[in-house]
């Protein structure tokens, strides 16, 4: 679907719209909404997308890489429960990485592994700094309740102030090699500074919502699609989404005992993103090797 940034786009503005029409507690009722609507499906399918990456798992028995897939979630968790502060950081990188691979997956094809690499990972790492950057005591608290670290605060902007010249100086490099990324690299740029208006206007769940979804889920979720089918329709996705459904209900089965187990908002959040973290580790190295796979066959 290449139309679809310009649906992501008048999406996003009418997700700013509704952000000043809504309180705080509707935005957050919201975001979530989306989060456990396309945010969890976009990653429910990862036993199937594991099957079909490459004849080694084909023979594999479903059973199997659901036990393989299963131990990588519970490692998420035990490292959460036992050493909170190294399982959040590599959440963020994982994370970051993850957004920027989704974003930049073609940009192997043309340039050195390390500037790949360190591309992808400021892409994502900036978008969420900036979130950070705009709901700065919220975030600390947050990572407070996960790893009872208190961050200064200034250590956010002072990142972003960091990450920032150096994706600023790989963005350039990419621009004056390669005729063919002039273009993106200004459509990025331009993505970028919408992100720092919703973030700005928006409460951080409903901020976080908005791009998780809209430019990162449905994307991954057509990606996803395409790979298995070879293209993207309506009974693709239709196929995608009975296929997922069982995971898809699972997941939101544990996000729903955590709630009744956890209402207080701010400890609910923590829980919540550390789960969210706990399926994004199988998640990511999964989507991993289907680009990678389609690389090898493009």
Not at 192 to 201: A, D, G
Not at 215 to 237: A, E, M, R, V
Request: charged content about 10%.
């Amino acid at each position: 679907m290449k139309n679809y940034p310009k649906i992501a786009l008048v999406a996003s503005f009418f997700g700013l719209w509704m952000d000043s029409y809504f309180s705080h507690q509707i935005q957050i009722i919201l975001g979530f909404l989306l989060i456990f609507s396309f945010g969890i499906l976009h990653g429910a399918n990862d036993l199937l997308l594991i099957k079909n990456i490459d004849d080694k798992n084909k023979a594999k028995s479903p059973i199997k890489i659901l036990i393989y897939y299963v131990f990588v979630v519970l490692t998420g968790v035990i490292l959460f429960y036992i050493i909170p502060q190294f399982a959040l950081l590599l959440f963020i990188v994982v994370s970051s990485y993850h957004f920027g691979e989704q974003q930049w997956q073609h940009l192997k094809q043309d340039f050195p592994k390390i500037v790949v690499l360190t591309f992808q990972f400021l892409y994502g790492f900036i978008i969420l700094l900036l979130l950070f950057n705009f709901h700065t005591a919220q975030v600390q608290n947050i990572i407070f309740k996960i790893t009872s670290v208190t961050i200064p605060i200034q250590y956010f902007s002072l990142t972003l102030q960091f990450a920032i010249p150096v994706f600023i100086t790989i963005s350039a490099y990419i621009f004056l090699k390669e005729d063919k990324w002039k273009k993106k690299i200004f459509l990025e740029l331009f993505f970028m500074l919408l992100f720092v208006v919703l973030f700005k206007s928006s409460s951080l769940i409903w901020g976080f919502a908005l791009y998780f979804v809209l430019w990162h889920s449905i994307p991954s979720i057509i990606d996803q699609i395409t790979y298995l089918n070879g293209s993207f329709s309506i009974k693709y996705f239709y196929e995608y989404c009975k296929a997922a459904g069982i995971y898809w209900f699972i997941s939101i089965a544990g996000i729903a005992m955590i709630y009744i187990l956890f209402r207080e908002e701010q400890l609910f959040n923590a829980l919540f993103f550390s789960f969210l973290a706990a399926i994004t580790f199988p998640h990511a190295l999964v989507i991993m090797r289907m680009f990678k796979g389609k690389v090898k066959t493009s």
